[in-house]
């Protein structure tokens, strides 16, 4: 984080002029509210939606007796702001994460990991260990899946990231995976956070689908006290209030964590929104809010995928997505 301390309270002098102030606090963008401090005197509770601040900026405001600033509880995803990540925050290109829901068979999870390379993905997804909604939905092939996914992800010079949904199975997934993906369902689990930061791989965190941002920051730094190499962020849309999609994705959320927070951040827009229609432009709209990348779900069949079939891209969809993402890049770049 760019300012490890968050302001909190202002407190104003006797007899200073208290609208004055509180319109150049709010001319800094920030969101001032009348309240008395702890020694009586008038202050400002600052509003945590608030814009970061300079101090000096503060000083320069005639009237303020004393700020109170409050130290973060998430130090160690502080400190990993605007650090270089090489397999995530490419300098060249935006990052493109692609494969499908879950592990099928050793030929489907091959066929995808050839449609992810065309399209110029550097990285292989695929679920070997399925959480799902319903008990008799399909859960994934589990072991086996990993394998698969593993050769797949060799075959064709693709990293492969999978998800964890076991604690007693992190050291299986460090040993296939090059990260280990923690699901929305799961963030703030927080034995099983403990149990993949311990296998210091770098995690992919999915947001919860009711999480706020500080939420997802503090289980980061669980992932990371832990032990984990990184914590790549990946918002993939939270509750929304409509059914024209499957879920609202908080783009506002992914902009303040990479340019405010300087975060690692991507998107997934196949879980955000539920359909395929819709991935390609909140794909480049990710580009656009500055994550670093996007995760997308491809089939090379959809039509017979075992889980989110109507979600997932084909060869021709996953390349549309990819060059409209070049297109939008280099626009930005």
């Not at 550097?122 to 589990?142: I, V």
């Not at 996914?149 to 460090?174: F, I, N, P």
């Not at 480049?284 to 989110?308: Q, R, Y």
Request: charged content about 20%; overall charge negative.
């Amino acid at each position: 984080m760019k300012d490890a301390k968050k302001l909190t309270f202002v407190a104003i002098q006797m007899g200073a002029d208290a609208a004055q102030i509180e319109a150049q606090l709010k001319g800094f963008g920030l969101w001032p509210h009348p309240q008395m401090g702890a020694a009586g005197h008038l202050g400002f509770a600052i509003e945590p939606h608030s814009m970061p601040i300079d101090p000096q900026k503060l000083q320069s405001i005639a009237g303020i007796a004393d700020v109170f600033w409050a130290p973060s509880a998430h130090p160690l995803v502080d400190a990993q702001a605007d650090r270089a990540f090489e397999d995530w925050s490419p300098k060249q290109n935006f990052l493109l994460i692609a494969g499908p829901c879950c592990v099928e068979s050793p030929e489907q999870i091959g066929r995808s990991a050839q449609m992810a390379a065309r399209a110029g993905a550097s990285w292989l997804r695929g679920g070997a260990f399925k959480p799902r909604t319903s008990p008799y939905a399909f859960k994934g092939y589990g072991a086996t899946a990993l394998d698969w996914l593993r050769s797949a992800a060799d075959a064709h010079h693709l990293k492969a990231v999978t998800e964890l949904v076991a604690a007693e199975d992190a050291a299986l997934v460090a040993e296939k995976a090059d990260a280990i993906q923690i699901g929305a369902r799961n963030m703030q689990n927080y034995a099983l956070l403990k149990a993949a930061g311990e296998t210091h791989r770098p995690l992919l965190l999915k947001r919860g689908m009711s999480a706020s941002l500080e939420d997802w920051l503090l289980a980061g730094e669980h992932a990371l006290l832990a032990g984990a190499e990184a914590v790549i962020f990946c918002e993939r849309g939270i509750a929304g209030l409509g059914q024209n999609t499957r879920n609202l994705l908080d783009l506002a959320t992914v902009a303040l964590l990479k340019r405010e927070l300087g975060q690692p951040v991507i998107v997934d827009p196949s879980h955000a929104v539920g359909r395929r229609d819709l991935i390609p432009c909140m794909a480049e709209a990710a580009c656009v809010a500055g994550a670093d990348g996007v995760m997308v779900e491809i089939h090379p069949e959809p039509g017979k995928a075992l889980s989110d079939g109507s979600q997932a891209l084909d060869a021709a969809g996953l390349q549309a997505v990819a060059e409209g993402l070049k297109r939008v890049w280099g626009r930005a770049h």
